[in-house]
T-cell receptor, first 116, second 113 residues
Framework: DAGITQSPRHKVTETGTPVTLRCHQT?????MYWYRQDPGHGLRLIHY???????DKGEVSDGYSVSRSKTEDFLLTLESATSSQTSVYFC???????????????FGPGTRLTVT | DQQVKQNSPSLSVQEGRISILNCDYT??????FLWYKKYPAEGPTFLIS?????DKNEDGRFTVFLNKSAKHLSLHIVPSQPGDSAVYFC????????????FGTGTRLQVTL
């Protein structure tokens, strides 16, 4: 258990509204990731962070932004939610190993987002 | 362009028998491979991994085999147990500083009594 929590766990929102999902970790690992899981696609990387204020895009970043003002929190924002962003969102961390990080990622419990 | 493919969406196996889950990849830059297990309403959990310098890695009932020339890996579960019923994802990494993972679409394993 890497001490990862996600909030909210479920959310229903209307098209065009902003939505922010929160990922919180208790172990101060540098690398954090946001994925979305959709049928037929597996998990796809949205954005990741390698430290406070250091973020980069993943495979499916359009329509999403992220922020990391504290080591323990990584926020994912949908500026104007669309129905195509209905999905299950997972946060993950990689464990620090000195100057490198482990390949293995550990995931939070997920947030189910429905955009109507 | 699906760089990691799991061509079997589902698999049913009797308890006590062997479960074999397959995964193919197209990116020659992948150098580390992982298997994750996912139960409904939970996040994926790391199961086992293998580096590209090896062709086999074993952990209890779970063994992963890597065939680099065929760009194929498989996960063997022996013996299969009802608690193994879950969705299994194959993932791959090119390494580098961010260790980003590319996932397959998953295979749903059902272990029957």
């Amino acid at each position: 258990d890497a001490g990862i929590t996600q909030s909210p766990r479920h959310k229903v929102t209307e098209t065009g509204t902003p939505v922010t999902l929160r990922c919180h970790q208790t172990e101060n690992h540098r690398y954090m990731y946001w994925y979305r899981q959709d049928p037929g696609h597996g998990l796809r990387l949205i954005h990741y962070s390698y430290g406070v204020k250091d973020t980069d895009k993943g495979e499916v970043s359009d329509g999403y932004s992220v922020s990391r003002s504290k080591t323990e929190d990584f926020l994912l924002t949908l500026e104007s939610a669309t129905s195509s962003q209905t999905s299950v969102y997972f946060c993950a961390i990689s464990v620090d190993r000195g100057s490198t990080i482990a390949y293995e990622q550990y995931f939070g419990p997920g947030t189910r987002l429905t955009v109507t | 362009d699906q760089q990691v493919k799991q061509n079997s969406p589902s698999l049913s196996v009797q308890e006590g028998r062997i479960s074999i889950l397959n995964c193919d990849y197209t990116n020659s830059m992948f150098d580390y491979f992982l298997w994750y297990k996912k139960y409904p309403a939970e996040g994926p959990t790391f199961l086992i991994s293998i580096s590209s310098i090896k062709d086999k890695n074993e952990d209890g009932r779970f063994t992963v085999f890597l065939n680099k020339s065929a760009k194929h890996l498989s996960l063997h579960i022996v013996p299969s147990q009802p608690g193994d019923s879950a969705v299994y994802f194959c993932a791959a990494s090119e390494g580098g500083t961010a260790s980003k993972l590319t996932f397959g679409t998953g295979t749903r394993l059902q272990v029957t009594l």
